[in-house]
């Protein structure tokens, strides 16, 4: 009996991708567990560590500053950890609070193109490294409840998006992110995949 070649190709073919498809949607499906940081860059080295801080301005000129991180999956709300310190400043810069915060829950999560844009990945595998946005209700330590916006954009991200944070803390809006500046170790953010075997 003689098999056409190309009828055994073409089944090899639609039996491997949607086997392909279905390992794409489970590393980064509704079910995915992943990581948010606020994360601090050694730029001689080129490395990735957790352990940043990330700053947005009120209408005023206000600043809150925040540290953090923690986990989410996207396809449970509840299910979320971490949180961190926040400290408040007035428009001159003086101390107007600090204390601690904790995510309660998801809002919102959505990926975004992006790579891994450094040479060291001290959080995790770079290659489960991933930009986006996540939107995440907290609970400051004084009281007061609030949102932290974590947004991450890399070097081949759209320019829609920002790198950063911004919040909210009562009825103030620390609308405006400040953006990362060259050399100066701030206002970077990342998310990436948590491994199943961390799950």
């Known amino acids: 009996m003689r098999i056409n070649r ?16 279905t390992v794409y949607v489970r590393g980064d499906g509704e079910e995915t567990k992943f990581r948010w940081d606020l994360v601090s860059v050694e ?4 490395t990735l560590s957790a352990g940043g801080s990330a700053s947005a301005l009120a209408n005023d000129g206000s600043k ?9 999956k996207p396809d449970d709300a509840e ?3 971490g949180g961190g310190t926040w400290t408040t400043f007035d428009s ?7 204390g601690t915060y904790k995510v309660k829950s998801l809002v919102r999560w959505d990926l975004a193109p992006g790579t891994f844009p450094l040479k060291i990945d001290k959080i995790g595998n770079p290659l489960d490294f991933r930009a986006g946005l996540a939107v995440l209700r907290i609970r400051y330590s004084d009281g007061k409840q609030g949102i932290l916006v974590v947004s991450c954009h890399v070097g081949d991200s759209p320019n829609t998006i920002f790198e950063g944070i911004t919040a909210t803390k009562g009825f103030v809006g620390y ?11 701030a206002n970077r953010t990342a998310f990436h995949v948590v491994p199943e075997d961390e799950d």
């Open 43 to 46: 730029f001689t080295t080129g």
């Open 79 to 81: 299910d979320v950890t």
């Open 175 to 185: 609308w405006r992110n400040l953006a990362p500046a060259a050399g100066v170790d």
């Open 92 to 98: 001159k810069g003086a101390n107007t609070g600090n």
């Open 64 to 72: 809150i500053t925040l540290t953090g991180s923690g986990t989410f």
């Open 6 to 21: 190309r009828w055994v190709l073409a089944g090899a073919i639609l039996t491997i991708l949607p086997l392909i498809f």
